[in-house]
């Protein structure tokens, strides 16, 4: 087991936001540094090959829709989620908390930002989704899989840093095989 820095990932929803994590968190581990992985209890059922010493689920849901109460439940769960994460973060003492997008990020990167904890979002896609346009605020580096991203200020364009988009060990193996076609 690595012994290095721990680094706190949050991710879920869908694989375009687990699989950049899992990237990431392969690359951490090689360079010896520890990984958890906070998301949301729906995604934290799917996340037992997750590369990360734990995971830590909290309460997240998406504020969409035109019912007023859907909306309201939801910003409770994220409210929720937010102070689970906050006391998760206080425990296992992470150096950063890096998001992947979609609502299961947003509890965690609050929980980090209220508790001083640095933070970094990755934005996979060419503009901002939504719950990463949320975060940009307050996260302290914006990654980019794109070297110009739409949906941002001036200020969080600033913070801006084109990284690429993180890629699998799996997926970089399977590139590098012949490809037979039907």
């Known amino acids: 087991m690595a012994t290095g820095k721990l680094i706190m990932l949050a991710a879920g929803g869908t694989g ?11 690359a951490l581990h090689a360079k010896g540094m520890r990984v958890v992985l906070m998301t949301d209890t729906r995604a934290a059922e799917f996340a037992g090959s997750f590369p990360a010493e734990a995971v830590h689920a909290v309460p ?7 019912s007023p109460l859907q909306k309201a439940k939801a910003l409770f769960a994220i ?17 950063i908390v890096v998001g992947f997008g979609g609502y299961p990020t947003v509890p965690p990167v609050l929980g980090a930002s209220l508790a001083g904890v640095r933070t970094l979002i990755h934005e996979q896609n060419a503009v901002i989704g939504r719950a990463n346009r949320f975060l940009a605020g307050r996260a302290d580096v914006i990654a980019t899989g794109f070297a ?18 993180p890629v ?5 193996e399977a590139a590098g095989q012949d490809y037979d076609g039907p």
């Open 79 to 95: 409210a929720r989620g937010t102070f689970a994460a906050r006391r998760i973060i206080g425990q296992v003492k992470p150096a």
């Open 168 to 172: 699998r060990p799996a997926v970089i």
């Open 148 to 165: 110009k991203v739409g949906g941002l200020t001036e200020a969080q364009q600033a913070k801006c840093r084109h990284v690429g988009n």
């Open 60 to 66: 997240a849901a998406t504020p969409s829709g035109r």
């Open 16 to 26: 375009g936001h687990l699989f950049p994590a899992e990237a990431l968190s392969h």
